[in-house]
């Protein structure tokens, strides 16, 4: 019996430790407070966007990068359609 007691102790001791590290009780507390819940969502969605937005324009620029690479090559066929592309490209902006 008091074998079983000491094995029940150490494991809620170990749940306990585990909680501890999830920040379990600092995550449910946020739920309760529906402003900073907000707060929190919204600047993670401004983290995204900003991410997505320089992420993009990073691609975009090494793509257009190499498209320039590729037409000083002068492969017969790609490469009059990536002048034709970065032409383009370039008259826009």
């Given at each position: 019996?008091?074998?079983?007691?000491?094995?029940?102790?150490?494991?809620?001791?170990?749940?306990?430790?585990r909680?501890?590290?999830?920040?379990?009780?600092?995550?449910?507390?946020?739920?309760?407070?529906?402003?900073?819940?907000?707060?929190?969502?919204?600047?993670?969605?401004?983290?995204?966007?900003?991410?997505?937005?320089?992420?993009?324009?990073?691609?975009?620029?090494?793509?257009?990068?190499?498209?320039?690479?590729?037409?000083l090559?002068?492969?017969?066929?790609?490469?009059?359609?990536?002048?034709?592309?970065?032409?383009?490209?370039?008259e826009?902006?």
């Open positions: 019996m008091k074998e079983s007691w000491e094995k029940l102790q150490q494991k809620t001791e170990e749940l306990v430790t909680m501890e590290r999830l920040r379990l009780a600092e995550y449910v507390e946020m739920f309760n407070d529906p402003k900073r819940l907000w707060k929190i969502n919204f600047l993670a969605g401004l983290a995204r966007g900003l991410g997505t937005a320089v992420g993009f324009t990073i691609l975009g620029a090494l793509v257009l990068y190499l498209l320039q690479r590729l037409v090559l002068n492969l017969p066929v790609i490469g009059d359609f990536i002048a034709h592309l970065v032409r383009l490209v370039l826009r902006y």
